[in-house]
C-alpha cells in the first residue's frame, strides 16, 4: 500500500486546512487509517484515527473540537479537516494505515506509512 499525503501548506492563526490521504490499493478501504503529526524535534504524536467503514473516530485532545477525520472508500481516501489552527499544529502530517479494521491511536497499529505533508501555522 502507498499512501499520498497532500493538502498541507502555510496559512495563519485561526485559519484551516484540509489534508487528504490517498491510497493505492482497494483494500486499504477495509482498514483503519490514522494520521499522526511530527514537530521539530519533537516525537510523532497522534492526531486521529477512523475506523474502516468510518464508523468509529478518535481524536488527540489537542485537536478535538477543531478537527474532523472522514473517508471516502470509494476513492480511497481519507480527510482531515482542521480548523481554528494554531501554532503549536505546526508540523508534518502523515497518514498511515493499519492492517485492522479498528480505529487505534497507537503508532504499532499501522504498518503502511506516506512521506506526510507540512503544515504550518503563523502566529
Known amino acids: 500500500v502507498q499512501l499520498q499525503a497532500s493538502g498541507g501548506g502555510l496559512v495563519q492563526t485561526g485559519g484551516f486546512l484540509r489534508l487528504s490521504c490517498a491510497a493505492s490499493?482497494?483494500?486499504?478501504?477495509?482498514?483503519?487509517v490514522g494520521w499522526f503529526r511530527q514537530a521539530l524535534g519533537k516525537e510523532r504524536e497522534f492526531v486521529a484515527t477512523?475506523?474502516?467503514?468510518?464508523?468509529?473516530?478518535s481524536y488527540a485532545e489537542s485537536v478535538k473540537g477543531r478537527s474532523t477525520i472522514s473517508r471516502d472508500r470509494a476513492k480511497n481516501t481519507v480527510y482531515l479537516q482542521m480548523n481554528s489552527l494554531k501554532p503549536e499544529d505546526t508540523a508534518v502530517y502523515h497518514c498511515?494505515?493499519?492492517?485492522?479494521?479498528?480505529?487505534?491511536?497507537?503508532?504499532?497499529?499501522?504498518?503502511?506509512w506516506g512521506q506526510g505533508t507540512k503544515v504550518t501555522v503563523s502566529s
Open positions: 490499493k482497494r483494500t486499504s478501504s477495509n482498514n483503519a
Open positions: 498511515a494505515v493499519s492492517q485492522y479494521a479498528s480505529a487505534s491511536s497507537q503508532v504499532g497499529h499501522y504498518q503502511y
Open positions: 477512523i475506523s474502516w467503514n468510518g464508523g468509529a473516530t
